[in-house]
């Protein structure tokens, strides 16, 4: 009988309004998630062109350079990439897997270089590598390598991670080598943002508890450390807990009382694109650490809103798209690279709201900086990769050991009736498609 509703792929009656918006959160094949994680990236990076363009245009044309400098580098970065995101998204994950040791040593290698002639500091912290006329900063590309080489490592111990010793050695090592060299140039922004990245591959990979909770306790008592050890850093925590006293407006909390200022004054709908009065050298680095309270005060609450509910689904849709795997590797590192991009995001907001001490974190996707851009957008095509087609498991087979590939489900894995055995290709295609 027809009741005059109609019937989707999924065999569920057709719905409107919330209904639709219902059953595309249950829907976590990643044939529509995979684009819409792209389309989320590349609209954030679009957002962050547009202001980077309108925070840094002031005082480019201050200090005498082109206003379009700036904006244009920062294209030259996100376009490339972008072309390193989908060249990674078309390779497959024994490949990925291949590039652990590589990426690892490479990063630490280029860590190292920061502290000779090639290096040079910025704003006090010195890790950046200048080489012919480019810049980069090593310590965003050890980002992503610790993430992906920490993966490797623990898929291959999971038989052996409930000894503490096979769960910490190398991984906790290797990630305190990398953090404390990072810690030697003053960085202690970047080197928390590693530290909850070990966290977060420990924990995804299958740590247990008791030795993540030992090791997180050890990353908060070093973090304490370095605050403490630094009169700089000591005074910015200082000024984050009397920000808004009048002696404390220019002194050290002089950059987040102005940020405070630039949300308050933006509104429900901002004061129009490119009609910031906060960013004519009143923030410093206001296109850099700093852009979302340019963005807060030229697009209002209306434009915030946007760009958390864009980090909101992205996070959606890689943790859904992710759960249809069954191989550690890609698991882990897929859920460690969002916890990555989206705790740095979170930790940015939440310094430039006056939640947290000012310590210098970039806005992934939309805060101005090449090393920054393109290991965030490498990051997303690692997950592109790990989260395609071929790497979920389809029903009546069994993922193999390593992630190269599937079996065939044998004769003694067979369902008890034996219906699979009788059906043709064609049948098994129209039930896979059902599913």
């Excluded at 690892?104 to 006329?133: K, Q």
């Excluded at 990630?175 to 977060?200: E, F, K, S």
């Excluded at 990769?385 to 993922?399: C, K, L, N, S």
């Amino acid at each position: 009988m027809d009741t005059g509703q109609k019937q989707g792929g999924t065999g569920r009656p057709g719905r409107r309004g919330l209904g639709k918006l219902a059953v595309w959160l249950e829907d976590d094949s990643p044939g529509r998630l995979r684009p819409l994680i792209l389309a989320v990236v590349l609209t954030l990076s679009a957002i962050g062109l547009v202001e980077v363009a309108s925070a840094s245009s002031v005082e480019s044309v201050a200090a005498g350079n082109n206003p379009y400098d700036l904006p244009l580098k920062q294209a030259m970065w996100t376009v490339a990439g972008v072309v390193i995101m989908l060249a990674l998204a078309r390779t497959s994950v024994r490949r990925i897997r291949w590039l652990g040791w590589p990426l690892l040593i490479g990063s630490l290698f280029a860590l190292v270089l920061v502290f000779t002639p090639l290096g040079m500091s910025v704003n006090g912290n010195r890790n950046w590598l200048s080489v012919g006329g480019f810049t980069a900063q090593p310590s965003e590309f050890a980002k992503l390598s610790l993430i992906v080489w920490g993966a490797c490592i623990l898929d291959r111990k999971q038989a052996l991670l409930g000894q503490w010793k096979h769960a910490v050695i190398p991984l906790a090592p290797a990630g305190a080598l990398i953090m404390g060299v990072v810690a030697l140039g003053h960085d202690l922004g970047t080197t928390m943002i590693i530290m909850l990245i070990l966290a977060a591959t420990m924990f995804y990979g299958g740590v247990r508890m008791k030795v993540f909770s030992v090791a997180g306790l050890i990353c908060v008592a070093a973090a304490l450390i370095l605050a403490a050890t630094s009169g700089n850093r000591m005074g910015r925590i200082s000024s984050w807990l009397g920000m808004g006293s009048d002696e404390d407006a220019q002194g050290m909390g002089y950059q987040a009382q102005h940020g405070a200022y630039a949300l308050a004054s933006g509104s429900w709908f901002g004061v129009g694109l490119g009609q910031s009065r906060q960013k004519w050298n009143w923030i410093p680095e206001a296109h850099n650490d700093f852009i979302f309270s340019i963005l807060g005060e030229e697009l209002g609450f209306a434009g915030s809103l946007l760009v958390l509910g864009l980090f909101a689904i992205l996070a959606i849709a890689v943790f859904k798209t992710i759960a249809r795997t069954t191989d550690t590797f890609s698991r882990t590192v897929a859920c460690s690279i969002i916890t990555w991009i989206l705790g740095q995001a979170v930790i940015n907001i939440a310094m430039v709201s006056g939640l947290l001490p000012v310590i210098g974190v970039p806005l992934p996707f939309i805060s101005y900086g090449g090393s920054a851009m393109v290991s965030s957008l490498a990051g997303i095509g690692v997950i592109l990769a790990v989260t395609r087609p071929e790497g979920t498991v389809p029903p009546g087979r069994v993922a193999s050991r390593r992630g190269r590939g599937f079996r065939s489900a044998g004769p003694k894995e067979a369902t008890p009736s034996g219906a699979l055995a009788g059906r043709t290709a064609n049948q098994v295609r129209e039930h896979a498609h059902q599913r």
